[in-house]
């Protein structure tokens, strides 16, 4: 399991697995669905990949994930126990 520090970088290697994407597309910017292309049934195995990565269960909130960005927040937020994940 990657630590804080690297959860970026893991979160971008496992969307660019799951969406044959290029590290360089996948900005903190860029909206999964609109910008990287991404589809319900790729939101199921990119959660389940990054269930398996960091031990983390994608709760409701995760349906607010809009951006890689986002996402990133997400998963920092729930390694640190947070509850702010999304829009901060």
């Known amino acids: ?3 804080i520090d690297q959860v970026e970088s ?5 969307v660019c697995d799951v969406l044959n994407k290029k590290p360089e ?3 903190l910017e860029a ?14 195995d990119l ?6 990565e960091f031990n983390v269960d994608m709760d409701d909130e995760a349906n ?4 890689f960005g986002d996402l990133v927040r997400y998963i920092k937020s729930r390694m640190t126990g947070g ?3 999304v829009g901060a």
């Open 64 to 67: 607010e994930i809009q951006t």
């Open 10 to 14: 893991t979160v971008r290697q496992i």
């Open 1 to 3: 399991m990657a630590n």
């Open 47 to 52: 959660y389940e990949a990054l269930d398996r």
């Open 31 to 44: 909206n999964l669905s609109r910008d990287l292309d991404m589809r319900s049934m790729e939101f199921l």
């Open 25 to 27: 597309q996948v900005t």
């Open 83 to 85: 509850a702010d994940a």
